[in-house]
């Protein structure tokens, strides 16, 4: 896969690159990347489409199957067919998985900013708990072990925007947290396979013990990996039944489950075995690297590595900026601006474009960022 092949995409109504219109404005924000989707994706759909009839359609045996396979070839991790519920993406099962808890909200920030919204979706309190930088971005475990007994922890593992991806040992010490406090959890995995990292691996924590799969909701897509996320299609695995039909009963006619050309490439990713996965990691990862680099030597600027995702967490608060989106945008560059993670003082660059595309950003940000230095 040749991932240095820039595809233009203006004018096809794309979420990032229509928000600037013709405007010298490179952007950089939401999480799409500029790849090409792989030819086994698309001749998926394509084979699909080529039936002809684009009808109402149950979740195919061959989609679970595949599922199925997947979680056990990458994690060792055997799922029950029956724990599966299919979603039109994860943003609906993270607000469907609250409404059936029923809880508080326990949610470690900065964080996806959908995550913010739930409270307010579901009519839930909130206790918001900000991650602490020490070797690293981690969970503030003490923190999170004084509040309140009975909630649901909502956790996005690897982490957006942080870049982490949890190690075994963290997620275990979370899933005894959630043991000893009564609290179920809900995990966005949607990022898993985009391990950068030398060494990450990731552990779905649902996989680790009967006690902490009976009280999560894990949620899975192959969106983000093959750069698809406009097919909407998620899995949650919800293997606690009672949960699962709490889950089911609050999405009748409110969400169906997701559409056959989603199904069709949901099935081609997740059976996918080709190195396609690898090559994308090792470019990201280099990209990563580029960022990483770049950020070292600018003033007033910090950011930790990225173990996974292609979301770089950009601190900027020493450039005294008011508002930094805006900054950066009046110098060329659409960013993500930290606050809507809540994370003041950062800002998010997606990486996941050709290296040439990058490199003209990490022109435009150094250029801003050495301006606002003076
Ligand atoms: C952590 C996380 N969860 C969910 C999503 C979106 O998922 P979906 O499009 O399936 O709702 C994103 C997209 O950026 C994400 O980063």
Not at 176 to 181: A, G, K, V
Request: hydrophobic share 40%; aromatic share 8%; proline share 6%.
């Amino acid at each position: 896969m040749n991932f240095d092949q820039i595809t233009d995409r203006r004018g096809t109504s794309s979420t990032k690159w229509d928000k600037y219109g013709n405007a010298d404005v490179l952007p950089m924000w939401v999480a799409d990347t500029d790849f090409q989707v792989p030819p086994f994706i698309l001749d998926a759909i394509r084979q699909r489409l080529d039936h002809g009839i684009i009808g109402y359609t149950n979740t195919p045996t061959s989609l679970t199957d595949a599922f199925i396979g997947y979680a056990e070839r990458t994690f060792s991790w055997q799922v029950d067919p029956d724990w599966l519920l299919w979603l039109p993406g994860v943003v609906p099962g993270l607000n469907l998985a609250a409404r059936a808890a029923d809880r508080h909200l326990i949610i470690p920030t900065p964080i996806y900013y959908p995550f913010l919204a739930i409270a307010r979706n579901c009519g839930l309190s909130e206790h918001l708990v900000p991650m602490i930088r020490d070797d690293g971005w981690r969970l503030d475990m003490e923190a999170l072990a004084a509040l309140p007994p009975g909630g649901i922890i909502m956790l996005a593992s690897p982490q957006n925007p942080t870049g982490r991806v949890f190690t075994r040992h963290e997620l275990r010490e979370l899933a005894e947290l959630c043991s000893e406090r009564d609290h179920l959890l809900c995990s966005d995995d949607i990022h898993c396979e985009l391990l950068l990292a030398a060494g990450a691996k990731h552990t779905p924590i649902a996989s680790l013990n009967e006690d902490i799969r009976d009280r999560s909701i894990s949620l899975f897509a192959v969106t983000k990996t093959y750069n698809i996320p406009g097919i909407s299609c998620a899995v949650a695995v919800v293997p606690d039944a009672s949960l699962r039909s709490k889950m089911r009963a609050e999405r009748v006619d409110l969400t169906q489950g997701a559409g056959p050309l989603a199904f069709a490439a949901s099935e081609a990713g997740f059976a996918d075995t080709s190195s396609w996965r690898d090559e994308l990691r090792a470019y990201l990862a280099a990209n990563a690297q580029l960022v990483q680099d770049c950020v070292a030597q600018l003033p007033g600027v910090w950011m930790e590595p990225v173990e996974g995702t292609y979301l770089a967490w950009i601190n900027v608060a020493d450039l005294g900026l008011n508002n930094a989106q805006a900054y950066f945008e009046d110098n060329g560059l659409g960013l993500s601006p930290g606050p809507q993670f809540a994370g003041d003082g950062f800002v998010r660059l997606n990486f996941g474009c050709p290296r040439a595309t990058l490199q003209d950003g990490l022109e435009r940000f150094s250029r801003a960022a050495n301006k606002a230095v003076g």
